[in-house]
């Protein structure tokens, strides 16, 4: 397969934000291009990560909204979906098109609308991630899904309540350095535990924020990098895989397979292993689902993943920072930019652009992207260097 | 690039079907599979066209849904959405899937639940297809735009009532021998020019109807195909290309950018002109659309594409027939799947198992898929043989 790099990334600030989908997706493909140092002209190929533009704003068909807006060309448009994953899968698509040879100037871009609308239709949207017969149609919610996840792990483990809020405290006090968070705020243990009631055992702390936001990036085939970007950052890795949709058709809800099997071909395809990744993104739209992911990557043990942030080791200054950007728990969750926002950061940070959270010295990133409760995820390596 | 061959194809009955989403996607992934003689294990990728199973249903993120259903294993699961075209996006994600090395075995399907919901619910569903702030937002559905458009092309061209109404006897009398379309009945010119009137000057015969239905598709790399079936077919060109989605940006409504530049594409990379097509299946969501896709594509000059329908040239018996299979008109277009059963037809036909509508002989046929009023166009051609 030929080599893909990374010239150009992009993220709008996340937050509550007055644009429509189409002009935060827009601006993150700007910014992206003005990184790389392209005109939309070059752009051959576009990808977009959306999960829920018509539900949230009455807009399907969002690719070719977004390419026109952004002044691309009428290059092929598509929108890639996988929920939550939806920026990991547009990514995982840029990638596939580049080295299958068809072009080779690819924009990838996610982007999702979603404050808009009222909180209980925000809930119902958002639960048309999971199987819609066996559990939005009875009212289990993400947050019910995850309460009984963190259940479970709590019960198989020993993981506590504390564990969890600690992964909230640590990306809070990440988020708080990233001028682009939603949620720039630092919080304490006691503000996490004491936080209101969600779906017990997750409190209004433990859960990401509802955000509007965009990302993007320039991919190009590598042998074209060195020319286009003084800092090009090597694509290592793009893996996917999935796993039964509805948590009782799985035969273990304190893991999400897809996460396992999509980190295991991503370190095969890198020709790495879990202690050769110097900072990572992983998808905490839960703080439960950061210990997971920390657990199923293989980056601690099963049962150990509330270690991390615990002992200090995943925040930054730690010996493997994750979410130095502030997570979806804290830079916020606009759920189809979220996968794209991920290789954003990873790499700028590789790059050493980061700003205020940087990692110093940081060569190898991965990010972890789930998509509804594990029935999809995306695992990409990157590393800095032509 | 790395060549592509269909090796199983499989078609729902369509129609009003009580069925899910789920299980009708389900259902055709199964007859793909039984066609291409393989078991849901040899599957390594799956890509799933769908445009509206989240307002449809409430049910999002439906590739893993059906993959799950289908019994795949934990396999990249990806939705492509591109409006009406996205089966035609979801065949050329896996074209570039098997292109790029990454995987062998990829199975491609498509799949609309429409008849749930209610009329008017229906209309506002496929408006945001178009431009929501431009168009939808202000009660432009779509047979609405396409009215504008055909009157256009009256003004522009000469085009008749009644060349538009000879389009939709032509296909339903193909439809009539198809024992898959919804509409299998046979029209006269008089009653399609005597249905009530929806948007002058379109009646409600030139519509195609609201479908439920599911098309898939095995696709394997050319050198596998010819051990895996007997009868395997060239994916010779896998084209796509966009334009503005609003009619108001575009300076000529009587034309689709995005199908003459898709089709150009792809004749280029098969490097064959329009008289090697022997035939073809085009997006006639209205009959007007049939006539301008003919013209688009290079089949008739601009201005001529009405005389297709009316010399007979694309009926079954013709130079070139379209829309055997009674096309979009009256095989009946549940959106997402449309693409996909475009794809399904071709390949029955240039392998001769079409049945009472095949065309004999045909060896080389073409599939074009459009979505909203011309933002995404998806051309395929494929030849018989290993």
Same mark, same amino acid.
């Given at each position: 397969? $030929?080599?893909?790099?990374?010239?150009?990334?992009?993220?709008?600030?996340?937050?509550?934000?007055?644009?429509?989908?189409?002009?935060?997706?827009?601006?993150?493909?700007?910014?992206?291009?003005?990184?790389? =140092?392209?005109?939309?002209?070059?752009?051959?190929?576009?990808?977009?990560?959306?999960?829920?533009?018509?539900?949230?704003?009455?807009?399907?068909?969002?690719?070719?909204?977004?390419?026109?807006?952004?002044?691309?060309?009428?290059?092929?448009?598509?929108?890639?979906?996988?929920?939550?994953?939806?920026?990991?899968?547009?990514?995982?698509?840029? /990638?596939?098109?580049?080295?299958? =040879? @068809?072009?080779?100037?690819?924009?990838?871009?996610?982007?999702?609308?979603?404050?808009?609308?009222?909180?209980?239709?925000?809930?119902?949207?958002? @639960?048309?991630?999971?199987?819609?017969?066996?559990?939005?149609? +009875?009212?289990?919610?993400?947050?019910?899904?995850?309460?009984?996840?963190?259940? $479970?792990?709590?019960?198989?483990?020993?993981?506590?309540?504390?564990?969890?809020?600690?992964?909230?405290?640590?990306?809070?006090?990440?988020?708080?350095?990233?001028?682009? @968070?939603?949620?720039?705020?630092? +919080?304490?243990?006691?503000?996490? #535990? =004491?936080?209101?009631?969600?779906?017990?055992?997750?409190?209004?702390?433990?859960?990401?924020?509802?955000?509007?936001?965009?990302?993007?990036?320039?991919?190009?085939?590598?042998?074209?990098?060195?020319?286009?970007?003084?800092?090009? +950052?090597?694509? #290592?890795?793009?893996?996917?895989?999935?796993?039964?949709? @509805?948590?009782?058709?799985?035969?273990?809800?304190?893991?999400?397979?897809?996460?396992?099997?999509?980190?295991?071909?991503?370190?095969?395809?890198?020709?790495?292993?879990?202690?050769?990744?110097?900072?990572?993104?992983?998808?905490?739209?839960?703080?439960?689902?950061? +210990?997971?992911?920390?657990?199923?990557?293989?980056?601690?043990?099963?049962?150990?993943?509330?270690?991390? %942030?615990?002992?200090?080791?995943?925040?930054?200054?730690?010996?493997?920072?994750?979410?130095?950007?502030?997570? #979806?728990? %804290?830079?916020?969750?606009?759920?189809?930019?979220?996968? /794209?926002?991920?290789?954003?950061?990873?790499?700028?940070?590789?790059?050493?652009?980061?700003?205020?959270?940087?990692?110093?010295?940081?060569? /190898?990133?991965?990010?972890?992207?789930?998509?509804?409760?594990?029935?999809?995820?995306? /695992?990409?390596?990157?590393?800095?260097?032509?």
């Amino acid at each position: 397969m $030929r080599s893909v790099s990374i010239i150009g990334a992009g993220i709008t600030p996340f937050g509550v934000r007055p644009e429509s989908a189409v002009r935060l997706g827009a601006e993150a493909c700007r910014t992206a291009m003005e990184d790389a =140092g392209i005109g939309p002209d070059r752009v051959e190929a576009f990808f977009l990560g959306n999960f829920a533009g018509h539900a949230f704003m009455g807009q399907n068909h969002l690719a070719p909204m977004v390419a026109h807006a952004a002044g691309l060309g009428p290059v092929p448009c598509t929108r890639a979906e996988g929920a939550c994953a939806s920026g990991g899968l547009a990514m995982r698509q840029g /990638v596939l098109a580049i080295a299958s =040879g @068809a072009v080779d100037v690819v924009l990838v871009a996610g982007v999702e609308k979603m404050t808009g609308a009222a909180t209980g239709e925000t809930a119902q949207i958002l @639960a048309a991630a999971g199987d819609y017969e066996s559990e939005a149609s +009875i009212g289990a919610t993400f947050p019910a899904l995850f309460a009984l996840i963190a259940r $479970r792990h709590m019960h198989e483990y020993g993981t506590t309540r504390e564990d969890m809020a600690r992964v909230a405290v640590k990306n809070h006090a990440h988020g708080y350095l990233n001028p682009g @968070a939603h949620l720039q705020i630092k +919080i304490t243990l006691e503000e996490v #535990l =004491g936080s209101r009631p969600v779906a017990d055992p997750i409190c209004l702390l433990d859960c990401s924020p509802i955000s509007d936001g965009a990302a993007a990036v320039v991919l190009c085939p590598g042998e074209m990098a060195a020319d286009l970007h003084p800092k090009p +950052i090597r694509v #290592l890795a793009s893996a996917q895989a999935s796993d039964a949709p @509805a948590l009782s058709d799985k035969s273990d809800i304190t893991r999400f397979q897809s996460t396992c099997r999509a980190a295991e071909e991503a370190f095969r395809r890198a020709g790495m292993q879990p202690e050769d990744i110097d900072l990572a993104e992983v998808h905490d739209c839960f703080t439960i689902a950061e +210990i997971m992911a920390l657990e199923d990557i293989g980056f601690y043990r099963k049962g150990e993943g509330g270690r991390g %942030a615990c002992e200090g080791e995943t925040a930054l200054g730690g010996a493997m920072p994750v979410n130095a950007s502030g997570g #979806l728990k %804290a830079k916020g969750h606009p759920v189809g930019a979220t996968g /794209v926002a991920q290789i954003c950061e990873i790499a700028l940070q590789l790059r050493g652009d980061a700003g205020p959270h940087q990692v110093p010295g940081a060569e /190898v990133g991965l990010a972890h992207n789930l998509g509804g409760s594990g029935a999809t995820c995306a /695992v990409h390596i990157l590393a800095s260097g032509a």
